[in-house]
């Protein structure tokens, strides 16, 4: 697991890992750079360009029994609370910053970093039909941003997407978590988010293809797999003394 790095007015070396910091209850990852982003992130949602990504962890009970009428003014309050002047994508969660999980898989100069928050009070099997009086409930929320130093096209940003999730997928199966609406196999949680981040083209190696038979997708599956993993241990060992 990676150490926390202090966010640093100076110039980065991007062959380096990510820096990040946890401020309260908010991971800050500065990308070093300006960078492409496609994300179902609540702020700066879809395809775009950015420097930030936040992952901000909010009151359970609020996200149970207050909505939240607009999370992107509100987290976009939070980038200018935090001083933070770049682009900025953000998420939300009801997951303790304590419990961040990271990882980074290498091979060939080519890498791939992994920023988690999971939680699977809310777990459902995708097909389930949504709760008649369904309300933004994140306390079970599994929260994903992979970053990497090559420059992906857009079908492989979407690749990389499909393989986390099959990840994912694949940790929760493993590990017999049930759908909170049925007992089923979950495959998710009903508001599961995920980022991903990469070079712009001709910043880092061009990656055309990104599926599960290529080296950048076999990357993303392993670090996917380990922060779901351990995150799944920790959310149980919290579960267990908050009981």
């Not at 196999?185 to 981040?197: H, K, Q, S």
């Amino acid at each position: 697991m990676a150490s926390l790095r202090r966010i640093v007015k100076k110039p980065i070396d991007r062959d380096m890992c990510t820096q990040y910091d946890v401020i309260g209850p908010t991971l800050v990852i500065h990308l070093g750079h300006q960078g492409r982003v496609l994300s179902s992130a609540p702020q700066g949602g879809g395809l775009r360009m950015a420097s930030y990504i936040l992952n901000h962890q909010v009151d359970a009970n609020l996200t149970t029994n207050k909505l939240f009428p607009d999370p992107a003014r509100d987290l976009r309050q939070l980038a200018s609370r935090l001083k933070i002047t770049g682009e900025t994508v953000g998420l939300m969660t009801a997951v303790p910053m304590t419990q961040l999980v990271t990882a980074r898989a290498t091979s060939d100069k080519l890498w791939v970093e992994c920023f988690a928050t999971v939680g699977v009070t809310n777990a459902v099997r995708a097909g389930e039909w949504p709760p008649k009086h369904a309300h933004r409930d994140t306390a079970g929320t599994i929260n994903l941003i992979l970053i990497t130093n090559s420059s992906l096209s857009h079908a492989a940003m979407v690749g990389v997407v499909q393989v986390a999730t099959e990840a994912k997928t694949g940790v929760l199966r493993d590990h017999v978590v049930p759908s909170c609406q049925s007992g089923m196999a979950a495959t998710g949680t009903g508001t599961d988010a995920v980022v991903i981040a990469c070079r712009l083209r001709g910043e880092g190696s061009w990656q055309v293809y990104s599926g599960t038979h290529t080296l950048v997708g076999a990357l993303v599956g392993q670090v996917v797999t380990d922060c779901v993993t351990r995150g799944l241990a920790k959310a149980t060992a919290w579960r267990e003394f908050h009981q």
